[in-house]
């Protein structure tokens, strides 16, 4: 008997150093970045409905019809028909968090809606009554789309990262933000709708006055929309901040050991700042590799849908420049063609929103990723678009002024009240316009037209 545990024991000991050795070796060389659990997963979730107010009926293929009332939710499905009644309204949850609302009396159908290849997302629906407002996410995968039928399934809105709304009952399709895609029912192309443009949906996307929108619809869905933008920032820095500071044990094993044999840590090389508005990363592009890149995508597409800010528009610019590092050059071509749209949307509503750090930034990067890609084109065409809202704004402002009879240049605020913009944050556009105005105050009957739109088409030189 006592051989035997003699025996046991010298036996015991290799065995037990093997084990170890094969621990450290599991902890030094596995790759937790690839983990589901310490990964920052592209979200992804099951497309419901939920009912916000009176009622919603869901009608399935199979004949069944669901009746929700208000906070009741329901898994919704290629082929679906979701209607609200009189004094009802509904939120649409999609495949990747994008929204749509539904005001009463709506009737959409779900002609499309799956998970593709890889990370993409297909969404293809239609309405035939009502209205509805989409704030849509901006995915990074070519084969994702979001389309919406409308003048029975004649005309296609296609989108990406884009807030627009569809209003059958007034004849109107708005975009709220960035810019919608029109198409016929056989993919040819009708116009582009920028920022705050409106077209008719019947016939070939005329554009319409103001006279014909819904302002309250506009307002409401507006308030939402700020009130989903602050819980999409609390989400991603909260998710953030656990990566960064509140790691995995195992991470914390494997960063102590890596470090102890001078290893390069494997962790994301992101720091997440305090900052008052929006969200401020930081990165160490030296451990930026291949092995970050699905990471990295995935915390872009969840940043890419904030709110612009100072911090924020940085946050973005180092994302995609890291996002590149990661990548073939094949791939990093695509990609820059992609992020070209990105910057030259974020351009705009850095314009908007007074960040002229940020407005300078990305103008400069807005130039080099056309030039090393083969949109040119498409973005040529956005800025147009963009710029002509710009001159349309102008004029309306410009005809405001003359109403209210302004004669002189005495008040020292008169562009501010005018114009309704912060001078500090559009510099670079107002030192462009000071001509064209001096000339306005001094003939009011005079034609400006030329110099007006002269001076904003210099807001992309």
């Known amino acids: ?93 999609w495949i990747d968090g994008s929204i749509t609302r539904l005001g009463e009396k709506t009737r959409i159908s779900v002609l499309e809606l799956k998970n593709g290849q890889g990370d993409s997302t297909q969404v293809d629906f239609s309405i035939s009554e009502g209205k509805s407002w989409s704030n849509l ?34 004849g109107y399709l708005r975009t709220e933000s960035h810019a919608v895609t029109i198409q016929d029912e056989k993919w040819k192309y009708l116009a582009t709708v920028s920022d705050g443009q409106s077209v008719a949906t019947e016939g070939n996307a005329d554009p319409i006055d103001s006279s014909s929108l819904d302002p309250q619809w506009q307002v409401k869905n507006i308030e939402n929309d700020a009130t989903l933008a602050q819980q999409r920032l609390k989400e991603i820095r909260e998710k953030l901040e656990f990566l960064s500071k509140k790691d995995h044990w195992i991470v914390m094993v494997q960063r102590y050991l890596r470090e102890l044999f001078g290893m390069n840590s494997l962790n994301l090389p992101i720091t997440v700042n305090s900052s008052g508005s929006g969200i401020s990363l930081s990165i160490d592009e030296a451990r930026v590799t291949s092995k970050n890149a699905q990471d990295l995508l995935a915390i872009y597409e969840a940043v890419s849908m904030l709110s612009s800010s100072e911090d924020t528009v940085a946050s973005k610019i180092r ?99 005018t114009f309704k913009v912060d001078t500090k944050g559009l510099m670079d556009i107002i030192e462009r316009t000071n001509e064209a105005v001096d000339s306005a105050v001094k003939k009011v009957n005079g034609s400006v037209d030329t110099k007006i739109k002269n001076a904003n088409d210099s807001l992309w030189n």
């Open 137 to 170: 996410g901006r995915s990074l995968d070519p084969d994702s789309y979001f389309k919406q039928r409308y003048d029975n399934d004649q005309r296609v809105a296609a989108v990406r990262g884009t807030v627009f709304e569809v209003n059958v009952d007034k």
């Open 1 to 93: 008997m006592y051989s035997f545990f003699l025996a046991f024991r010298q036996n015991l000991i290799p065995v037990v150093l093997v084990s170890l050795v094969a621990i450290v070796v599991f902890l030094l060389f596995v790759d937790v970045s690839q983990s589901k659990n310490m990964g920052i997963a592209k979200e992804r979730i099951s497309p419901y409905v939920l009912c916000t107010q009176g009622r919603t009926f869901i009608k399935s293929t199979n004949g069944t019809t669901v009746s929700l009332d208000p906070q009741q939710k329901k898994n919704i499905q290629t082929d679906d028909r979701i209607e609200t009644i009189e004094a009802s309204t509904a939120t649409i949850f």
């Open 319 to 417: 994302l995609r420049e890291a996002i590149l590092k990661t990548l073939p050059e094949k791939e990093a071509k695509r990609y820059r063609e992609i992020f070209s749209r990105a910057t030259l949307f974020d351009l705009w509503d850095s314009i908007k929103n007074n960040l002229p750090k940020g407005s300078k930034d990305l103008k400069k990067y807005l130039e080099e990723y056309t030039k090393q890609s083969d949109n040119a084109e498409e973005i040529t065409q956005l800025q147009n678009s963009l710029a002509m809202k710009r001159i349309e704004s102008f004029n309306a402002r410009m005809q405001e002024w003359k109403d209210k009879g302004y004669d002189s240049l005495s008040d020292p605020d008169w562009f501010s009240k």
